[in-house]
């Protein structure tokens, strides 16, 4: 019987990955930019969540935006007309992005004159979950729409994060979800992980959001 060797290909990409991701997030601090890297599955509200956000926040400080998707330039269209720095990655079929992937993208987005990159990450989650992407923080949208139980169902996405907003609570009265079984669920997963709810729609919650953020940056900027 001839011999073989076994590899563990998995290992060994997560491995370099985040390598990389440790390698980005230094060079981040160097430069005072802090990147915060947003997930949550398809239809949430993740880009007008993110409008909101650019609207409390871009005369405050500097932003840029990196736009994935697997296809389209719809969502980098609608940021750049907020009047901030913004661009479109495409990940050919990849359903995440990683940490070398991410560093070309900032490079792109030319991050000397931003102080705030968001990477709005492919929708899905399940893979954006598994690779570090060099992201300072990670947050993710839950809408209300999907359910209070999802963090039981993705165990991996609300470990990793360290904001989860949920979204459309205007919508509350209409769906089968209980808030603090919500926040008991994903502290299960996350015991630190900060729960703010908000209303992209309306605009209520937003300034909680805002304000977290960007005292996030100005420590990062220390």
């Known amino acids: 019987m001839g011999k073989f060797r076994t590899l563990e290909i998995k ?6 990955n985040d390598k990389r991701a440790d390698e980005v997030r230094k060079e981040l601090k160097e430069k005072k930019v802090y990147l915060l890297n947003l997930m949550s599955s398809p239809g949430s509200g ?38 901030v720095k913004a661009i479109q990655l495409h990940t050919g079929g990849m359903c995440h992005l990683d940490a070398d992937m991410t560093a070309q993208g900032l490079e792109g987005l030319e991050t000397g004159d931003i102080d705030l990159a968001i990477l709005e990450n492919v929708g899905n989650l399940v893979c954006p979950a598994e690779f570090d992407t060099g992201a300072v923080k990670n947050a993710m949208i839950l809408s209300v729409p999907e359910g209070d139980d999802k963090p039981l169902k993705y165990p991996l996405m609300f470990s990793i994060c360290d904001v989860v907003l949920i979204n459309k609570i205007d919508v509350m009265p ?49």
């Open 174 to 222: 209409y769906f089968d979800f209980d808030m603090e079984a919500c926040k008991k669920n994903i502290l299960m997963r996350n015991p630190n992980a900060k729960i703010i709810p908000i209303c992209a729609k309306t605009g209520e919650g937003i300034d909680k959001w805002a304000d977290w953020l960007l005292n996030e940056v100005k420590i990062w900027q220390e």
């Open 46 to 83: 993740k880009t007008t969540t993110l409008t909101r956000t650019i609207e409390a926040l871009k005369n405050q400080i500097r932003i840029g935006v990196m736009e994935a998707d697997i296809d389209s330039d719809v969502d980098a269209k609608t940021i750049s007309e907020l009047g």
């Open 11 to 16: 290992q060994s990409v997560f491995a370099d």
